[in-house]
Nanobody, 115 residues
Framework: QVQLVESGGGLVQAGGSLRLSCAAS????????MGWYRQAPGKQRELVAA???????NYADSMKGRFTISRDNAKNTVYLQMNSLKPEDTAVYYC?????????WGQGTQVTVSS
């Protein structure tokens, strides 16, 4: 099994920044993809950004230029730096890890952006 522990969410004013972290433990294969998804009230969960163990990144169009995903393979940790936050970025942000044996989710961390 894989355990994912997120941290870094909170309340921020529009235009502010937050940095989310997600630490993975357990049966982690060296080749995997870690990512962040978000789910706002009444909406479907959507991809924010993902990064492979080799460093290839993928962003949702609306996040490009504002959000940056990175990872530290030695710490099995993925980060999401969020800048220029908007009220519409308010959501629960979930960490995800995928490898050959399955897909795993964290419990989520709330991000609230006030106008």
């Amino acid at each position: 099994q894989v355990q994912l522990v997120e941290s870094g969410g909170g309340l921020v004013q529009a235009g502010g920044s937050l940095r989310l972290s997600c630490a993975a433990s357990g049966r982690i294969f060296s080749i995997n993809t870690m990512g962040w998804y978000r789910q706002a009230p009444g909406k479907q969960r959507e991809l924010v950004a993902a990064i492979t163990s080799g460093g290839t990144t993928n962003y949702a169009d609306s996040m490009k230029g504002r959000f940056t995903i990175s990872r530290d393979n030695a710490k099995n940790t993925v980060y999401l730096q969020m800048n220029s936050l908007k009220p519409e970025d308010t959501a629960v942000y979930y960490c995800n890890l995928e490898h050959v044996r399955g897909s795993y989710w964290g419990q989520g961390t709330q991000v609230t952006v006030s106008s």
